[in-house]
């Protein structure tokens, strides 16, 4: 049984939230989200609230939130609507040389690195084989064990 559109209703604010304590001077999450949106995701509040508390920066420089933890079911867009966000958050707005996730099973290790290189080519053009040149940034994509 299919329920119809609207009707199903749930939370936008999670039911338990320890965010620092510690004033924040501004945020990327919204360059972020936008960023995101580019690559063709529409992000949850939730996801937009997440990135914007992981992107927040104290008045001395320092992150406000130098951890992050999200509780979520599977299959409930921490991958697609947090990790990837914040991954391009992190290559394009924050110019961080290295970054990395992993997943338990192989297949979805895989299919979350598709789907990421497929957001790539949303944000630019692909000149030769694995390598995307994003707003003139060109980034390499490497593929393991031949896939």
Not at 43 to 61: E, K, N, T
Not at 75 to 83: C, D, E, V, Y
Request: charged content about 20%; some cysteine.
């Amino acid at each position: 049984m299919t329920s119809p559109l609207g009707s199903l209703r749930g939370a936008t604010r999670p039911r338990v939230e320890v965010a620092p304590a510690t004033p924040i001077a501004y945020s990327l999450g919204p360059e972020a989200v936008e960023l995101a949106r580019r690559a063709g995701l529409e992000l949850d509040p939730w996801q937009v609230d997440g990135l914007d508390l992981m992107l927040s920066v104290r008045p001395d420089g320092l992150w406000a939130c130098s951890e992050y933890g999200e509780i979520c079911s599977r299959q409930n867009g921490k991958t697609t609507g947090l990790f990837s966000p914040r991954a391009l958050a992190g290559m394009f707005l924050l110019k961080e040389k290295l970054i990395m996730w992993s997943a338990h099973e192989y297949k979805t290790a895989m299919e979350s690195f598709r789907q990421f290189k497929t957001m790539l080519l949303r944000l630019g053009t692909e000149t030769r084989p694995n390598l995307i040149h994003v707003d003139g940034v060109p980034v390499k994509v490497s593929n393991t064990n031949g896939e």
